[in-house]
């Protein structure tokens, strides 16, 4: 195993802001059950096994969308306006990514991060040079799992062929995180920039 250190990061809340609450006013609007939307943690929870499933790539972006027309009862919405909907939630975490574009000239960097087809290739495309500071891009629906199952992790540790204990990981969802550290990984909450500053010394970076 190489003794390099490798730094991985979370996307959603830790680099890429994101607000559930646009997208459940966007999608109610052309919803006859409206109602559904008033409260996002029920809406989330309602539809997770749904959501779990695209986020793992065990469903395609048009089925996904052809159920969830069809779960929330969303009248003409075609999936080119959809996409524009669902993606339309996102905001840069500026401290975050200028870190990153600093630490990328010293250190290995990556990215692991539960998503789906349509949210990272709209982020792709639209942040394309902030990703080329990322050697790997660790993917839940390219790898057909997702945190916090350990699977996740361990094919990480087996991609980058150094030791877990090398691997610094951070990620706003505590679950994730405990869940990485029961690998060996050296794993932290983010809470905040400052918080990650912190961590990042703490594992051992200047």
């Known amino acids: 195993m190489s003794a390099g250190k490798v730094l991985v990061f979370d996307l959603g809340r830790v680099v890429f802001d994101y607000d559930l609450n646009k997208l459940c006013e966007s999608l109610s609007k052309y919803s006859v059950k409206s109602s559904l939307f008033n409260n996002v943690d029920s809406f989330i929870y309602a539809n997770k096994e749904l959501l ?5 790539g065990q469903i395609s972006s048009i089925n996904f969308y052809k159920k969830i027309i069809n779960i929330l009862s969303l009248e003409h919405l075609s999936f080119e306006e959809f996409s524009f909907i669902w993606n339309g939630i996102f905001s840069p975490i500026k401290e975050t990514i200028e870190l990153i574009n600093s630490l990328s000239k010293k250190y290995d960097l990556a990215i692991l991060s539960n998503t789906n087809q349509l949210h990272f290739d709209y982020l792709y495309k639209k942040y394309s040079d902030f990703f080329m500071n990322f050697k790997k891009i660790h993917l839940s629906y390219l790898m057909n799992t997702r945190k916090p199952e350990t699977e996740i992790y361990k094919q990480v ?26 690998v060996g990984i050296k794993a932290f909450q983010f809470k905040n920039f400052s918080k990650l500053q912190h961590d990042l010394k703490i594992f051992g970076l200047e």
């Open 52 to 56: 779990f499933k695209y986020e793992k």
């Open 157 to 182: 540790i087996k991609i980058h062929n150094v030791d877990p204990q090398n691997i610094f990981f951070t990620d706003d969802n505590f679950e994730n995180v405990y869940s990485a550290m029961l």
